[in-house]
């Protein structure tokens, strides 16, 4: 949920995982999120995989998603938090939004 997002953001940006610039791409169904300079895929997230979605508190560009890491087992499942900054609020809002609708 929603506590759980709000603490992992935190968390995974302490990380400082190396930076991706990426296509985020909200389709009817799944979010698809590929590398812009090759466009590979590096993940496709089915909605009913996302547990909650919103944005970071701190940062009005910064936003996340969690997802099922493990959706073929409901009852053991654990989670990955996907965070992502966006390039104005305007945009993360859109995302949020079509996210959350989608869901």
């Given at each position: 949920g929603k506590e759980v997002r709000?603490?992992?953001?935190?968390?995974?940006?302490?990380?400082?995982?190396?930076?991706?610039?990426?296509?985020?791409?909200?389709k009817e169904a799944e979010v698809l999120v590929q590398e812009k300079a090759s466009c590979k895929l590096l993940c496709r997230c089915p909605y009913p995989s996302i547990s909650c979605v919103g944005r970071c508190t701190d940062s009005s560009c910064l936003f996340a998603f969690c997802v099922a890491a493990s959706p073929e087992n409901p009852d053991g499942s654990t989670f990955d938090c996907l965070v992502f900054a966006s390039s104005s609020e305007q945009e993360c809002e859109e995302i949020v939004r079509s996210i959350g609708t989608g869901m």
């Open positions: 709000a603490r992992a953001i935190p968390t995974v940006l302490e990380r400082h995982s190396a930076v991706q610039e990426v296509l985020f791409d909200v």
